[in-house]
């Protein structure tokens, strides 16, 4: 399996929102999004991210609290540092 060579498959049926908004331009081969959709895609990344990062904020404080449990630290940690 070639890793450098992106799976085209499982990239479109990673954007589904997306694909159902790209549209082909006039005089072009390659489908486009509007910059307004653009822009609404990234205020939700930035809504996720700071929301992510309260959650972690709130695990860690939990965290520090778990002195009977280390297991259970040492997976909130793990889960923390999992990246997709």
């Keep these: ?14 954007t589904p929102r997306t694909d159902a908004e790209a549209f082909l331009p006039h005089d072009s081969k390659y489908r486009v999004c509007d910059a307004d959709y653009a822009r609404q895609l990234e205020r939700e ?34 889960a923390k540092e999992a990246k997709p």
Aim: net charge negative; proline share 2%.
């Design 45 to 78: 990344l930035n809504a996720a991210n700071e929301r992510i990062k309260r959650l972690e904020e709130a695990g860690d404080a939990l965290a520090k609290t778990q002195t009977y449990d280390l297991v259970e630290t040492v997976n909130w940690r793990k």
């Design 1 to 14: 399996m070639n890793d450098h060579i992106p799976d085209i498959t499982k990239m479109i049926q990673d």
